[in-house]
């Protein structure tokens, strides 16, 4: 674990995201650097030059890559959930919990008899993905007491309406291949929601775009969306945006 801006920031095995693209850029900057080898050995400059660039270009945005995976999205998440200030006592709901990592990092400051569910299909779009690594992962933080994992569906979640206090997501949503599907999968979010209940989705920015407009139509009005800069953009293939919203109270 490691300090950053006075969080504490747990490091244990939550695994790669998307493993085949940072290993094709890996081989992308492998390949450059062999073919530069090999052109400038045949006394072809220009073509060497090319493959060089082509290869430094890919250790770039692979290093990109690793830290917004490895690193970067754990800070960018302990600076979002410091700013929700919880009370401790909240019910809350990771859609697409994945190996824990905001799950766990959420029920850490549920203190006060609050409790976290991670919801998930365990794809493999996440390495080692599975729900024992995640209940692992819990337990190894200490939080195995106050989290719960389920298998489900984010197009139909099995809870009932305003169940939870925050319904959260990172790099959950879009993994849902069709539009409609990440739409009903934003609705159902809302609808497990309390009145009063807060939402936060990390996701690309022309995704999360599509949320909020989703959320308008459902009469949500404290909406916001923040991008989460460099730390969260992997490498510069994927900025990311945090969408923020309220569900309105009866009559609000």
Known sequence: ??????????????????PPILAALGGLSAAGVAVSAASF??????RGTIALAAGAVGSVVAAGYAYTTLYGKFV???HELDALDLRGSERMLDMGCGRGAVLVATARRLTQGGSAVGADVWTKDQSGNSRETTCANADAEGVADRVE?????????PFDAGEFDLVTASMAVHNIRDRDG?????REAHRVLKPGGRLRIAD?????????STLRE???????????????????????????????????
């Open 1 to 18: 674990m490691s300090k950053t801006a006075g969080r504490t920031v747990r490091r244990y095995p939550y695994g790669v995201d998307a």
């Open 76 to 78: 960018a998440w302990e």
């Open 41 to 46: 050995a045949e006394n072809r400059p220009r």
């Open 204 to 212: 690309p920015v022309s995704m999360v775009r599509t949320y909020a």
């Open 149 to 157: 994992v389920v298998d489900a569906d984010l197009r139909d979640l």
């Open 182 to 186: 990440r739409v009903q999968a934003v």
């Open 218 to 252: 459902l009469d949500v009005v404290q909406i916001s969306e923040r991008s989460l800069g460099w730390r969260f953009a992997y490498g510069g293939l994927a900025p990311i945006s945090m969408l923020r919203a309220t569900k309105p109270l009866p009559g609000s």
